[in-house]
């Protein structure tokens, strides 16, 4: 008797469980490990610039600072892909 797709892929999981698991762990890992990376440059990036920019306009005030993360973190989200 010839097997179904779903009666397949029930048996490949049943005997494979332990390694597809493994597997969607580990990409589960790289991914967040990839978006931690991408938030830690962005912080750095940001730091830099606000840096930049208090020593450019030394007497700013919060609500600038405010105004120009807000305007950074637009720029990012706009760029970003």
């Not at 029930?10 to 597809?20: A, G, K, M, R, S």
């Not at 990839?34 to 007497?59: H, I, R, T």
Request: aromatic share 12%.
């Amino acid at each position: 008797m010839k097997q179904t797709a779903v009666e397949w892929l029930v048996e490949y999981l049943d005997q494979n469980f332990y390694y597809v698991a493994d597997t969607i762990i580990q990409q589960a890992k790289e991914m967040e490990k990839e978006q931690f990376n991408k938030v830690a440059q962005n912080n750095a990036d940001l730091s830099e610039a606000l840096q930049e920019f208090l020593q450019k306009y030394p007497g700013v005030t919060s609500g600038d600072l405010q105004t120009f993360v807000l305007g950074w973190t637009a720029a990012k989200l706009k760029n970003t892909p």
